[in-house]
């Protein structure tokens, strides 16, 4: 959600964001509106009240002539109160109703526009040269024998997969890979809960223009988490963080679910575009004037994960009207896959300033002892998608797959992954 205070002193800075975003700008003055409304119904509902209390008092020490008449005076006064605040909640509820509405106000310096509109910042790696013709990941999967998505589709329909035999143990290899680096950063790992509450979703900003893509299971009034992201940006809600000297930083490792509404005929083949995955996600909660930093580290962990993969990759600044409702800035790392000539996302990061903790209600008590609200930031920093990159760029001419030196250790010094029989 964003800040009251912002929208009330400078609504320009919003209408310019939303605008930058390609967003509806008339948003920010139906929430000046309604907040000019919820003010003056809260003043009515406080002056009333105030009214009854001191009505209350006269009538505890009037006489008792005078009482029958006060009493009655008091009864009228009360219901006055009550309509007063049944009029003040629903004047509340309209202002939040628009407010959730009205996406996260991007920093300085992002790209305006959409999706084409990204700026590439910088290419990392060489991307390799085959004297032979490279094969996809999908028919490496086969050939290997380390993807099976023939009974994947048999036993749950498009999009689902097995990973088999060395397949399996590559992404466990990665995933521990990143696990240990993240620990090394000073992230407490956690396994998290994969179906969280409806507030939760909703506070993340998850349930927008993209709920077509979350799994609901109605019966249990209970969403499936498409990240991590979700239940760790809950982890902290409704509290007051005492000790906030340094970030809290959290790898949250977990099984994914995305509908992929809207991408019917779009990687349908191969495991890039899956309805089940895992991944690792960093989360970190910082005071807001560290979140700008922190959000560097995270694209740095993440840059680092990609090397010891030895993948060739890309980062780019993604424009404000790709970035999704809670990122005020997001950073996508993209690796080159050889069957499609071109870079893929891989990874992100997003700075989320303190959209996703005013809606969660997470905050921290300062030097002087008085509640801020936190910044939370979160980025990936493995996943299985992961496994077509380190497949395709590391195919070798006899149809193996040399397996990335960081990830040997993790696969009993295994070197190579040689088709099979």
């Known amino acids: 959600m964003i800040d009251l205070s912002l929208l009330r002193e400078n609504p320009d800075a919003i209408r310019l964001s939303q605008r930058a975003?390609?967003?509806?700008?008339?948003?920010?003055?139906?929430?000046?509106?309604?907040?000019?409304?919820?003010?003056?119904?809260?003043?009515?509902?406080?002056?009333?009240?105030?009214?009854?209390?001191?009505?209350?008092?006269?009538?505890?020490?009037?006489?008792?002539?005078?009482?029958?008449?006060?009493?009655?005076?008091?009864?009228?006064?009360?219901?006055?109160?009550?309509?007063?605040?049944a009029k003040a909640n629903q004047a509340g509820e309209a202002l939040n109703a628009v407010l959730y509405k009205i996406d996260n106000v991007v920093l300085a310096g992002v790209p305006a526009g959409g999706?084409?509109?990204?700026?590439?910042?910088?290419?990392?790696?060489?991307?390799?040269k085959f004297d032979f013709k490279p094969l996809d990941h999908a028919e490496l999967g086969e050939s290997l024998d380390v993807i099976d998505i023939e009974r994947g589709v048999k036993i749950s329909g498009s999009r689902f997969y097995f990973l088999k035999g060395w397949g399996a143990r590559?992404?466990?290899?990665?995933?521990?890979?990143?696990?240990?680096?993240?620990?090394?950063?000073?992230?407490?790992?956690?396994?998290?809960?994969?179906?969280?509450?409806?507030?939760?979703?909703?506070?993340?900003?998850?349930?927008?223009?993209?709920?077509?893509?979350i799994y609901y299971l109605e019966a249990d009034d209970l969403y499936l988490t498409g990240t991590s992201e979700v239940a760790l940006a809950g982890y902290h809600s409704g509290e007051i963080i005492d000790d906030f000297s340094e970030p809290l930083r959290y790898a949250g490792w977990s099984t994914c679910y995305r509908r992929e509404a809207g991408s019917h005929g779009k990687d349908i083949k191969g495991i890039l575009r899956v309805h089940q995955f895992n991944k690792l996600e960093m989360f970190s909660y910082c005071k807001p004037e560290d979140a700008e930093a922190e959000h560097e580290r995270m694209l740095g962990w993440q840059e680092e994960m990609l090397k010891k993969c030895e993948l060739p990759y890309r980062v780019i600044d993604v424009a404000a009207g790709d970035l999704g409702s809670s990122a005020a800035k997001k950073y996508d790392v993209e690796a080159w896959v050889p069957s499609q000539e071109k870079y893929r996302e891989l990874t992100s990061t997003s700075n989320c300033t303190t959209f996703q903790a005013r809606r969660l209600n997470t905050r921290y008590r300062d030097e002087?002892?008085?509640?801020?609200?936190?910044?939370?930031?979160?980025?990936?920093?493995?996943?299985?998608?992961?496994?077509?990159?380190?497949?395709?760029?590391?195919?070798?001419?006899d149809g193996s797959v040399s397996v990335p030196e960081a990830l040997r250790p993790y696969l009993g010094g295994l070197e190579k992954i040689s088709p099979k029989a």
Do not use: C, Y
């Not at 209390?53 to 005078?66: D, M, Q, R």
């Not at 999706?115 to 390799?128: N, Q, S, Y």
């Not at 990665?174 to 179906?195: E, K, N, R």
């Not at 969280?196 to 998850?206: A, D, L």
């Open 21 to 85: 975003r390609g967003a509806d700008e008339s948003l920010v003055d139906q929430a000046l509106e309604l907040d000019k409304t919820n003010k003056a119904a809260l003043q009515l509902f406080e002056k009333l009240r105030s009214e009854q209390n001191a009505n209350g008092k006269l009538v505890a020490a009037a006489p008792k002539e005078e009482k029958a008449s006060l009493v009655a005076q008091a009864q009228s006064m009360a219901q006055q109160v009550k309509d007063a605040e």
């Open 115 to 128: 999706e084409e509109d990204f700026v590439v910042l910088r290419e990392e790696g060489t991307k390799p």
């Open 170 to 213: 590559l992404e466990l290899a990665m995933m521990q890979l990143a696990l240990d680096q993240a620990h090394a950063a000073g992230f407490t790992p956690l396994i998290t809960p994969t179906l969280v509450r409806p507030e939760v979703m909703q506070g993340t900003g998850f349930l927008g223009e993209h709920s077509s893509e």
């Open 368 to 397: 002087n002892g008085k509640t801020q609200m936190v910044a939370t930031l979160n980025g990936t920093l493995a996943t299985t998608r992961w496994l077509v990159a380190i497949l395709e760029n590391h195919q070798q001419s």
